[in-house]
């Protein structure tokens, strides 16, 4: 999602995952000069992902336009997968702020029906615009690491959505809504994976459907 940047809650406890972990570079940044090297080195593959798919992405080539030795390339990155799961990383990141950043103000239920499908919408819009996500993702149920990454944030923004739903069906314990968050921000991955992968009428019909049947569920009580 193109995210807002705020000061958010993005310290939760459960997002220290082991699929987390294992998406991180091989050599985590400190100083600046490197952290600007890795930047250059995501954004070039981001770039190539983009043009050529990540079946297509070649170490030597990403050192190359990066401007770095290849050894210095394994510095920071084992493979290639660890590039991809980066990339995942960094864009579930910036959708976890914007999704945080609409739901935190929710206080009713006008503003929880409003919010999520504001949510449902700009997702929808963020991977149709990102074909480096749409690569990930397509490639999502192949990779382990990606499936425990993807799990992981939808137990995340299912925890956020939970709350939003207690305080605007004024309930004392988020808890109550816990598995039916879950269930349905996971259900919503699978519907927007669904939809990018077909025509854009019928992707948009389908994200439309998904829209009503679980703003039905969230505005259960």
Known sequence: MAA??????????????????????????????SRERMDKILAVASTLIGSRGSDQLK???VAEQAGISIG????YFPDKSSIIRSLAERYSLES????????LPVTTPGELEAAYGSLIDVYYALFKAEP???DIWSGMQADKQLMALELAESRICGTMLAEAMARAHMASDPARYAARAFMIWQLGEAAMRLAISVDEEEGAAIVSTFREMTLREILIP
């Open 4 to 33: 807002a940047r705020t000061n958010t809650r993005n310290d939760r406890p459960a997002s220290k995952t082991a699929a987390a972990e294992a998406s991180l570079p091989r050599r985590a940044p400190v100083q600046q000069r």
């Open 59 to 61: 170490m030597g080539e």
């Open 72 to 75: 210095s390339l394994y510095q």
């Open 96 to 103: 976890r702020r914007c999704i945080e950043e609409a739901l």
């Open 132 to 134: 480096v996500m749409r």
